[in-house]
């Protein structure tokens, strides 16, 4: 039975730590897993543009012997040009397995629905699971474990931030988010992955503001204020998310080494300062390699 990423909340705990196992292999012995995608073609149906989605699953099929097929938003025009059906019927006669980067998470589930090939989330409006996924996978290489720590998620209460929260809850991280007022993750997002977190012993919590956030936080956390299709909110959004600048200042609240993560692209002076994002604490480009590393152990797992 074919098996789709969507969103972390469709993995289990075990099946996340199988995913970082598997990386932890792929990152120590290269050369061992060059042909285990042999004759595999993996199609990117990309209607965002992307720096690290594109070129960590391009060169990580290749590393994996197998070979990748990009398609522009213009090539296919995805739901316009032709139906989502009938794009996941066609391209699943000739490829082994599907990225999709786009707007709607409904796009997302449409071309699963209809897909008799794998389809991975390489992003939506809703959830970036690859992206969270090398998120933790870079929290466990650096603290040797996951369970009990603490992340501070600062900023808008975006795609990546409902990734974190379900990947934490899932692997028994405590996560507190700080967004402002009005800009905060789904409701339905914090309960589902409060109840999950639960069970793994561990919390979520929300605040308005980002030092409470940020208080005894192993990791600290941001991203853009402004996605790809709000730029006629950016003017709003750089006044009302001001005071959640990951800076020197505010990172005193913090635990004295905690790491500091973005999920890139960094607009510096904004969300975060140069300053913090160049320092020692930093593991801002670990975390985007590890996208390619994590990315490579998921299509293993899918496409095998």
């Known amino acids: 039975m074919k098996k789709d990423l969507a969103t972390i909340k469709d993995l289990s705990s ?9 990386t932890d292999k792929l990152k120590k012995d290269k050369a061992k897993f060059s042909k285990v995608l042999s004759g595999k073609t993996l199609a990117l149906v990309f209607q965002k543009p992307s720096n690290r989605t594109r070129v960590s699953f391009d060169v990580g099929m290749y590393q994996l012997g197998g070979n990748s097929v990009y398609l522009a938003p213009n090539e296919i ?17 000739y490829v082994d397995g599907i990225v999709l980067r786009t707007f709607e998470h409904k796009n997302v589930l449409e071309l699963a629905k209809f897909a008799a090939v794998p389809v991975i989330n390489g992003l939506s409006d809703f959830s970036h699971p690859c992206q969270a996924l090398a998120d933790l996978y870079t929290i466990r290489e650096k603290f040797k474990k996951l369970k009990g720590l ?41 309960s589902d992955a409060g109840e999950i977190a639960k069970k793994q012993n561990s919390s979520v919590r929300l605040f ?38 990951i800076n020197k200042e505010l990172l005193k609240s913090a635990n004295k080494n905690a790491l500091i993560m973005h999920c890139l692209p960094a607009h510096r002076g904004e969300e975060i300062t140069a300053e913090v994002i160049d320092g020692p604490n930093s593991v801002v ?20």
Not at 14 to 22: C, N, P, Q, S, T
Not at 81 to 92: G, M
């Open 208 to 245: 308005n503001t980002s030092v409470e956030a940020v208080k005894g936080a192993d990791v600290v956390y941001t991203d853009v204020w402004t996605s790809m299709g709000q730029e006629e909110e950016s003017a709003k959004r750089k006044e009302v998310f001001k005071v959640f600048q």
């Open 150 to 190: 603490s992340l501070a998620y600062v900023g808008d209460g975006n795609n990546v931030c409902h990734s974190l929260l379900f990947a934490c809850a899932k692997c028994g991280l405590n996560m507190n988010v700080g967004s402002p007022k009005g800009f905060e993750p789904s409701g339905t997002v914090l």
């Open 285 to 304: 480009f670990d975390e985007a390699e590890n996208r390619m590393h994590v990315q490579k152990a998921i299509l293993i797992k899918l496409l095998r």
């Open 77 to 93: 025009n995805l739901g316009v040009r032709e139906s989502i059906e009938d794009v996941a019927k066609t391209l699943s006669r």
């Open 14 to 22: 075990k099946e996340i730590e199988e995913i970082f196992a598997l």
